[in-house]
């Protein structure tokens, strides 16, 4: 596996549902990054993690719990979502703060929330 | 207001033709600025990215940063086929919270 991986590619819950999202970056980075993309607004960011410690949170709702328990992986623990949550959810990881605006992402889980 | 505007099309236009693409912004402090291409059912990819003002050019691509006007342009010479995608243009002060504009959709046609 090269670069940064999403696990799974699509997903499918119900609003009292909980699933997890994983990423795993292959690249020896440091800094792990959650990304929402919703359909006609810009992709916004969610967390930032450097070193495993979590240093942004862009005031996102209780209900999206990170986890990052080493520098090569991120989770994103879901529960109680809303329909409004349904979006793409893309995982992106880069060299540090200084290599921040050079940040790799993976593909995305398409998540659907009914 | 928001901090990044950017016309999300979609555009489409003849095979070899120029594109241009652009974003204006809102804070005066951003001093990075990049442009990511994100192909259908993947992520997006940093195409190019320039530090504060004037030009950057690689290969068919040239990024352009004016910060009087508080507009960034991408320039796409010979445009392929393959070069359809949704191009995002984003900025930041130096931090890790990048800002990225909606996204504009090209579409290239042979």
């Known amino acids: 596996e090269t670069g940064v991986t999403q696990t799974p590619r699509h997903l499918v819950m119900g609003m009292t549902n909980k699933k997890s999202l994983k990423c795993e970056q292959h690249?020896?980075?440091?800094?792990m990054y959650w990304y929402k993309q919703s359909a006609k607004k810009p992709l916004e960011l969610m967390f930032v993690y450097n070193f495993k410690e979590q240093t942004e949170n862009n005031s996102v709702p209780s209900r999206f719990s990170p986890e990052c328990p080493n520098s090569s992986h991120l989770f994103l623990h879901l529960h109680t979502l809303q329909p409004e949550d349904s979006a793409l959810y893309l995982c992106?990881?880069?060299?540090?703060?200084?290599?921040?605006?050079?940040?790799?992402f993976g593909p995305g889980t398409r998540l659907t929330v009914l | 207001q928001k901090e990044v505007e950017q016309d999300p099309g979609p555009l489409s236009v003849p095979e070899g033709a120029i594109v241009s693409l652009n974003c204006t912004y809102s804070?005066?402090?951003?001093?990075?600025f990049m442009w990511y291409r994100q192909y259908s059912r993947k992520g997006p990819e940093l195409l190019m990215y320039t530090y504060s003002s004037g030009n950057k050019e690689d290969g068919r691509f040239t990024a352009q940063v004016d910060k009087s006007s508080k507009y960034i342009s991408l320039f796409i010479r010979d445009s392929q086929p393959s070069d359809s995608a949704t191009y995002l243009c984003a900025m930041n002060r130096g931090a890790q919270k990048l800002v990225f504009g909606q996204g504009t959709r090209l579409t290239i046609n042979p």
């Open positions: 690249l020896g980075h440091n800094a």
């Open positions: 992106a990881s880069s060299q540090g703060r200084l290599g921040a605006n050079e940040q790799f």
């Open positions: 804070n005066s402090a951003f001093q990075y």
